[in-house]
């Protein structure tokens, strides 16, 4: 008889073993899902605008979204002009201007992206900082560094000789191709003078 037991439980241990392996890899399984379902993700492009936007305000720069799916998400923008220039819609994330920004006076603004649960005001996920970047556009005209430039030559001086160098500023972003570059023409007293691309 004892042999018949032990014969039995042989034979059922490989079944126990093999159950509890299919316990703990469901379990595994069951942790990585659980992990992944954990995994958030803000997701957007960098947000750009250009300046001196004539159309009427707002004017929509952008969306801010996370992969959280809760129903009572709320999106939320901190940092500086967060609730003045710029706002955020609640539910969809877009972003917008309610002023016509001049990239001359600010290039970028910094803020903050959060997106919280309305009934509690916890936070859904780590909070994401993200740049706006104002886009020039060719709007400001050259300007001299000074009122006066005075030049003098003693005469007969051979042709070519330099009289005085003058100098004028742009203040638009010399980075965009033509909007600052300066070039320079003499408009009286250009039988006797020339001025080149460098003043």
Do not use: C
């Not at 439980?9 to 954990?38: C, G, I, M, W, Y």
């Not at 939320?76 to 539910?91: D, L, M, Q, R, S």
């Not at 009122?147 to 160098?165: A, D, L, Q, R």
């Amino acid at each position: 008889m004892s042999h018949l037991i032990l014969l039995f439980l042989l034979f059922l241990a490989p079944a126990f073993a093999d159950k509890e392996s299919q316990k703990t890899n469901h379990n595994f399984s069951s942790d990585n899902v659980s992990h992944k379902r954990l995994k958030r993700d803000w997701i957007w492009n960098q947000m750009h605008i250009k300046e001196e936007i004539d159309t009427p305000l707002p004017h929509h720069v952008g969306k801010i979204t996370s992969s959280v799916r809760n129903s009572n998400a709320k999106y939320i923008i901190e940092g500086e002009y967060a609730n003045t220039i710029f706002k955020v819609e609640e539910t969809s994330g877009d972003v917008y201007a309610f002023e016509r920004l001049d990239r001359e006076k600010k290039a970028e603004y910094e803020l903050t992206a959060l997106i919280i649960d309305r009934r509690n005001n916890r936070s859904l996920e780590r909070p994401s900082k993200f740049i706006i970047k104002v886009y020039d556009i060719n709007d400001n005209a050259p300007v001299f560094v000074q009122k006066v430039f005075n030049g003098s030559v003693p005469e007969m001086s051979p042709v070519g000789t330099s009289v005085t160098k003058v100098t004028a500023v742009d203040a638009d972003d010399p980075t965009v191709s033509g909007h600052a570059t300066v070039t320079y023409q003499v408009i009286k007293g250009d039988e006797y003078f020339t001025i080149d691309d460098s003043g």
